[in-house]
C-alpha cells in the first residue's frame, strides 16, 4: 500500500485555521465526534467528554486492536478525552465551567438531556453569552418527533434517502456506511462555522466576544437537504421518484456496466458533448449523429436502447479496456473500488488520503488523510485518539482544581 510519511504525536505540525478554538464534545458515536474531528483536524482544540469506565461505545464498533477499535483512531485523532459521569452535580458543574470558557459546544443527545443536567442552552449562553452550541439530533429540538430516538439509518429513510436506494421491487438498501450521521455532522460544522463569523460580526461594548447561538441539526433534514429535485418534483407533478438501482432516473446515458471479466464500470456520458464522444467510442456513430439524442431528453426517451448499445460494447471487454477507451475518449468513466483498490491507488496517495499514524505500542495503522485541502492552513495530525480519560487530570487542572480536589473525584467515580 502506497502511503505518505509516517506520523506520530510528536511530530510538528501546522497549527490550522482553527487554532485556538476551544471545543467541548458532548455525545458519543457518530454524528457528535465527527462534527468535532473535523474541527479538531484544522486546529481546534477538542476536549472530549465521555462516561467513565467504558466511554464512548465507538471504542469498541467494529474491528478492534488490542482490544480498540481501529475506527476510534480516525474519529478522536486530535482529541483529548476528559472522563465525566454526567449524571452527577460535580460533573455537571465541571461542564460548566468548561463551557463558559470554550468557543463551541457540540452535542448529540437526544433533546431534553442537557436541559435535564442544567447543561442547555438557557444555562450555558447565559454564562457565556459567545458561545456557540451545536445540537445534533434524530428530529430536531422542536417538533412533534422531537422525543424520539433518531439514529442514522431512521434518518435516512425518513429523509428519502433509503426509498432511492437499491433494485427497483426489491428491499430498500443502506449506502453501506452511516451516511444520515456523516451529513448531518458536516451541516453541523457549516453551521458551526457560519455562527463562528456572525460571532465575530456581532464584537461590541455589550458582548466583547460577539454573540454565540444554537445551531439545530436535525439528522433527517440533513439527509433531505441533499435529496435534489424530489419535493419539487413531487409539487410540480405529483411525481414520485422511485429507485433505479445503479442508473440516474432522467439523466441519460449514466449506469454501471458489466464487462467481461465480470467487473463493472461507471460510465457517465450524459453531456451532450460527452454523448457524442462517448458513441463514437463505442462505435456508434449513428447514434452521435441522430438529431433526436443531441439532448437530454431525447436520450432519456430512449435510454434503455442506449444502455443496451454501452452493455453490448462493455460485454466484449474487461474493465480496464473499457476505461482505457473512454478515458483516450475523454468520457467520464470509472471503476467500482474496494478499500484494497484504495488503499493501492496512486492518486489516493499523491493527494495525501493514505497516511500512517504510529501507535502507542510502535505499529503504524493506515487512516484517511484531511479533507478539504487548504493551501496555507492545511488540517494535520497533532495527536492519536486518546485512551479513555487520558487527559482528565490535565484539564481538571488547567481549570483550577487541586490535585486533592480531583483525588476526591477520583475516589467517588465521578471522573475517570
Not at 282 to 294: C, F, H, M, Y
Request: glycine residues 12%.
Amino acid at each position: 500500500m502506497t502511503t505518505t510519511a509516517s506520523t506520530n504525536t510528536a511530530s510538528a505540525s501546522p497549527a490550522g485555521p482553527l487554532a485556538g478554538l476551544k471545543v467541548i464534545e458532548l455525545g458519543q458515536l457518530i454524528a457528535g465526534p465527527f462534527a468535532a474531528r473535523t474541527l479538531a483536524d484544522f486546529g481546534a482544540e477538542v476536549i472530549k467528554i465521555e462516561p467513565p469506565g467504558a466511554g464512548d461505545p465507538l471504542r469498541t464498533w467494529r474491528l478492534l486492536k488490542d482490544g480498540t477499535s481501529v475506527w476510534w483512531q480516525v474519529q478522536s485523532r486530535n482529541k483529548r478525552s476528559l472522563a465525566l459521569d454526567l449524571r452527577e452535580a460535580e460533573a455537571q458543574a465541571i461542564v460548566r465551567q468548561l463551557a463558559a470558557e470554550a468557543d463551541v459546544l457540540i452535542e448529540n443527545f437526544r433533546p431534553g438531556a442537557m436541559e435535564g443536567w442544567g447543561l442547555g442552552p438557557d444555562e450555558l449562553l447565559a454564562a457565556n453569552p459567545a458561545l456557540v452550541m451545536l445540537r445534533i439530533s434524530g428530529y430536531g429540538q422542536t417538533g412533534p418527533y422531537r422525543d424520539r430516538p433518531g439514529f442514522g439509518v431512521v434518518a435516512e429513510a425518513m429523509g428519502g434517502l433509503r426509498h432511492l436506494t437499491g433494485e427497483p421491487g426489491r428491499v430498500p438498501v443502506r449506502v453501506g456506511v452511516s451516511i444520515g450521521d456523516t451529513l448531518a455532522s458536516l451541516h453541523g460544522v457549516i453551521g458551526v462555522l457560519m455562527a463562528m463569523q456572525h460571532r465575530h460580526a456581532t464584537v461590541s461594548a455589550e458582548f466583547p466576544r460577539g454573540r454565540g447561538q444554537v445551531v439545530d441539526v436535525a439528522l433527517y433534514e440533513a439527509v433531505f437537504n441533499c435529496m435534489e429535485s424530489l419535493l419539487p418534483e413531487y409539487g410540480a407533478f405529483g411525481a414520485v421518484r422511485e429507485a433505479a438501482g445503479s442508473a440516474l432516473p432522467g439523466i441519460a446515458p449514466t449506469n454501471a456496466y458489466r464487462c467481461a471479466d465480470g467487473g463493472y464500470a461507471i460510465v457517465a456520458g450524459n453531456g451532450d458533448s460527452i454523448f457524442r464522444r462517448l458513441m463514437e467510442c463505442i462505435g456508434r456513430p449513428d447514434l452521435a449523429a441522430d438529431p433526436a439524442l443531441a439532448g437530454n431528453t431525447g436520450r432519456v426517451a430512449q435510454v434503455e436502447m442506449l444502455d443496451a448499445a454501452i452493455g453490448d460494447w462493455a460485454a466484449q471487454r474487461t474493465v480496464s479496456q473499457v476505461l482505457a477507451a473512454l478515458d483516450a475518449a475523454h468520457v467520464p468513466a470509472g471503476r467500482i473500488y474496494t478499500i484494497a483498490d484504495i488503499a493501492a491507488d496512486p492518486h489516493y496517495a499523491a493527494r495525501g488520503m493514505l497516511q500512517q499514524v504510529r501507535m502507542s505500542d510502535g505499529s503504524d495503522l493506515a487512516v484517511p488523510g484531511f479533507v478539504p485541502k487548504l493551501s496555507l492552513t492545511p488540517a494535520s495530525h497533532r495527536r492519536n485518539a486518546p485512551a479513555l480519560g487520558a487527559d482528565t487530570d490535565a484539564v481538571l487542572k488547567e481549570i483550577g482544581l487541586s490535585t486533592q480536589q480531583i483525588a476526591a473525584l477520583h475516589e467517588r467515580g465521578i471522573v475517570g
